[in-house]
């Protein structure tokens, strides 16, 4: 009998396994399993990036924050100076 295969047949093509069970290269198996743990490995990774964005972005807001109340007590002191200074000069005035 020849080894030609019946392309009218219903059973499964030849495999290049050695247990001829698969359809599949087990290389390719391999490669599916391998990207599958490769995207797994990276979800508490991504987390965990996350996590660190989320708080150095608070960070910068509360600093930036900080900044401009540190910039409003300055204004709020020049002018209570420049009121109290004009109340001083103007005391020694009405004396004379």
């Known amino acids: 009998m020849s080894d030609s295969v019946d392309p009218t047949s219903t059973s499964d093509p030849p495999s290049d396994e050695t247990d001829g069970n698969s359809c599949c ?26 996590a660190y964005i989320g708080q150095s972005q608070s960070q910068s807001i509360l600093f930036a ?14 002018a209570t100076l420049t009121q109290e200074l004009t109340q001083l000069l103007d005391t020694g005035r009405d004396e004379e």
């Not at 900080?66 to 300055?74: G, K, L, R, S």
Request: proline share 5%; charged share 0%; net charge negative.
């Open 25 to 50: 290269n087990p290389q390719i198996t391999d490669g599916v399993t391998q990207t599958s743990v490769h995207v797994l490995g990276l979800g508490p990774a991504t987390a965990a990036v996350n």
């Open 65 to 78: 924050n900080m900044v401009n109340q540190q910039a409003q007590y300055a204004n709020i002191a020049a």
